[in-house]
C-alpha cells in the first residue's frame, strides 16, 4: 500500500503530487522519477506483483525517448536544485 500527497518546493513553484520514493502497491514495486524534458515527478512501475525487476528502465508516460532518472524527495528540488519538498499534510491518500 502506498501514500500518494502533495509536495510543494520550499524556494520554487515546482508541485507534483505522489509517493515521493520508493514503494510497494498490490500492483508492483514502484519509484519515484524526474523526467529531465517533461520537467516532472512521476511514480513509475518497477516491478510486478511486489518484485522489482533489477535494471529496468524507467519511461516517461509522455515518451519513451525522454530522459528520466531516479528521483526522491530526500533530495533537492528537480527543477531548482535548492528547495526542500514539503508534504501537504492534509492531502495523504492511500493508494493500492
Known amino acids: 500500500m502506498g ?5 510543494s518546493c520550499s524556494s520554487c513553484e515546482f508541485e507534483f503530487n505522489g509517493e515521493g520514493h520508493n514503494s ?24 510486478p506483483d511486489g518484485r522489482e525487476i533489477p535494471g529496468a528502465p524507467l519511461e516517461c508516460y509522455e515518451s519513451k525517448t525522454h530522459t528520466v532518472r531516479p ?8 527543477q531548482c536544485g535548492k528547495g526542500t519538498l ?11
Open 71 to 78: 528521483w526522491s524527495v530526500e533530495e533537492p528540488c528537480p
Open 24 to 47: 510497494a502497491l498490490m500492483s508492483g514495486t514502484t519509484t519515484s522519477a524526474y523526467c529531465e524534458d517533461c520537467k516532472h515527478v512521476m511514480d513509475l512501475l518497477t516491478g
Open 86 to 96: 514539503i508534504a501537504d499534510p492534509n492531502s495523504g491518500m492511500l493508494t493500492d
Open 3 to 7: 501514500y500518494s500527497q502533495q509536495w
